[in-house]
């Protein structure tokens, strides 16, 4: 289904629900991360990308305190709370993003004074893929729109991802809400997460006969249940024991002399283990991958970027141990079928991962990966093309 068919279907089912036509639908992609994993709250750079698979909204403005919200998705009742006693870590399921958007916005001074919302996604859950965020910046552009905010969109991304570090209780960092908001179709984004500065860098992939594929392993993570905290919290230890307010802060050519000196902080008895260092030791080398990757796009040579993927993986495997078997399956047999390179993309523990391909050898890498999943005993992955296409936008 299009997202405009989504659109049709989402305005129907709010009349249903509500009895009145929506004031609009408006529309939020989910994304893949191309190459700069755990960088973005570090204040480094990523370069993702947003996919045709959404969520979508039909909103309308009430004045009288009440947000509802319902899912298409999930089967479960009309949710209804009201605006001024939203807390944070409320248990409220998934209309948890949703009601963090409204509790962010209220927050910072804007008098949203509720609403009525139905949503549908197509973003996989728990695929890596950013649902969450979809649903964070689709209900934040569609508030912003009805209560005429004037908010732009790094703004409204901002606040999306507070939402979900204080609301929902994921410390993430602003990638996911910023590519949601901000990406343009053909183009991946590459962001400086200290100041959101972007540049929109032309990844046009047919042109030279290649495809990305994602490979969403069906393996659910959790974001929330502190494995993600925890490399936060190690490279937040990392960038103090280094002396600077975040890792952005060590250039690629310092990375020898500053893991030499957590090393050593290591042998003083001064850290139990190698957990900071090798956090720092991927940080600072995928912050350098973004600049190599970029410069290669740049200079017309997508194909050239493989290896960085691959080494990137690498990275993920070894250095901040957040991948998984089935992760580490998809990225040996497509690159043993002939892939260019591929990695896991976003938080890890599961989730997907990216192939980069020649079009003639799609087809072989995605039966590889296939079988080498239904040898494993593995649940069989579903696998698409990344199509980099727009990101928050309102449909009617």
């Known amino acids: 289904m299009t997202t405009a068919e989504t659109a049709e279907t989402v305005a129907k089912g709010f009349q249903e629900l509500y009895g009145a036509v929506p004031d609009g639908v408006w529309a939020a992609p989910g994304r893949v991360n191309l190459i700069g ?34 899912s298409a998705d999930t089967g479960t009742p009309v949710t209804e709370l009201r605006v001024d006693a939203l807390a944070p870590r409320a248990d409220t399921g998934w209309a948890t993003y949703p009601a963090g958007v409204v509790w962010a916005l209220r927050t910072a001074g804007h008098a949203v004074t509720g609403a009525d919302l139905h949503l549908s996604s197509t973003v996989p859950t728990g695929a890596g893929l950013s649902s969450s965020a979809a649903l964070e910046v689709v209900t934040a552009l569609a508030l912003n729109d009805l209560f005429g905010l004037g908010l732009t969109g790094p703004e409204l991304a901002r606040l999306a991802q507070r939402a979900e570090n204080d609301f929902v ?4 960092g602003v990638m996911d809400q910023m590519a949601s908001a901000c990406c343009t179709a ?6 400086d997460c200290r100041d959101l500065s972007t540049r ?27 494995a993600y905290a925890e490399r936060r919290a190690g490279c937040e230890e990392g960038a103090r024991a280094l002396g600077v307010s975040h890792l952005r802060d060590i250039r690629y050519a310092e990375l020898p002399d500053a893991l030499e000196r957590l090393a050593e902080r290591e042998r003083r008895g001064e850290a139990p283990d190698d957990r900071v260092r090798r956090y720092v030791g991927h940080v600072v080398a995928d912050d350098h991958r973004v600049e190599q990757v970029i410069a290669l796009l740049d200079a017309g040579e997508v194909p050239a970027i493989g290896p960085l993927l691959t080494e990137g993986h690498a990275s993920l495997r070894d250095a901040l141990r957040i991948s998984c078997e089935e992760l580490d399956l998809v990225v040996e047999s497509a690159n043993a079928a002939g892939a260019l390179g591929a990695r896991m993309t976003g938080g890890g523990f599961g989730g997907s991962a990216v192939v980069l391909v020649r079009d003639a050898d799609a087809g072989a890498v995605r039966a590889a990966v296939l079988d080498a999943f239904a040898a494993a005993g593995f649940t069989a992955p579903r696998v698409f093309s990344a199509i980099p296409s727009q990101g928050a936008h309102r449909i009617v």
């Open 37 to 70: 994993e755990y960088t973005d709250f570090n204040e480094g750079f990523v370069l993702p990308l947003a996919l045709p698979h959404t969520a979508v909204a039909a909103v309308s403005p009430r004045a009288d305190g009440v947000l509802r919200v319902h």
């Open 169 to 172: 209780g994921v410390p993430c």
């Open 186 to 191: 053909g183009h991946a984004l590459h962001l």
């Open 200 to 226: 929109q860098v032309p990844f046009d992939l047919a042109a030279q006969g290649l495809d990305l594929l994602v490979v969403d392993t069906r393996v659910k993570h959790v974001l929330g249940d502190g």
